[in-house]
Nanobody
Framework: VQLQASGGGLVQAGGSLRLSCAAS????????MGWFRQAPGKEREFVAA????????KYSDSVKGRFTISRDNAKNTVFLQMNSLKPEDTAVYYC?????????????????WGQGTLVTVSS
C-alpha cells in the first residue's frame, strides 16, 4: 500500500487548508485511517482518526472543533479539513492506514504511512 498526502502549504492564522491522502496498491476500505503530525523538535502526535465506514471519528483535544476528518472509499482517499488554523498547528502531517476497522489514537495502531505534507501557519 502506498499513501500520497497532499494539500499542505503556507497559510495565515485563522485560515483553512484541506489535506488529502490517496491510497494505492493493495488497499482495503475495511481499515480505519488516521492523521498524525510532527512539529519541529517534537514527537509525532495523533490528530484525527476515522473508522472504515466513516461513521466513527475521533480527534485530539487540540484540534477538536476545528478539524474534520472524512473519507471517500470509492476513491481510496481520506481528507482532513483544517479550519481556524493556529501557528501551533505548524507541522508535517502524515496519513496512515489502521491495522483494524477503527482508527486508533496510537501510532502503533497503523501499518502504512504516507510521506507527509508540510503545513505552515504564520501569525
Amino acid at each position: 500500500v502506498q499513501l500520497q498526502a497532499s494539500g499542505g502549504g503556507l497559510v495565515q492564522a485563522g485560515g483553512s487548508l484541506r489535506l488529502s491522502c490517496a491510497a494505492s496498491g493493495r488497499t482495503s476500505s475495511n481499515n480505519g485511517m488516521g492523521w498524525f503530525r510532527q512539529a519541529p523538535g517534537k514527537e509525532r502526535e495523533f490528530v484525527a482518526a476515522i473508522s472504515w465506514s466513516g461513521i466513527t471519528t475521533k480527534y485530539s483535544d487540540s484540534v477538536k472543533g476545528r478539524f474534520t476528518i472524512s473519507r471517500d472509499n470509492a476513491k481510496n482517499t481520506v481528507f482532513l479539513q483544517m479550519n481556524s488554523l493556529k501557528p501551533e498547528d505548524t507541522a508535517v502531517y502524515y496519513c496512515a492506514v489502521g491495522r483494524g476497522p477503527y482508527g486508533s489514537s496510537y501510532s502503533d495502531g497503523y501499518t502504512y504511512w504516507g510521506q507527509g505534507t508540510l503545513v505552515t501557519v504564520s501569525s
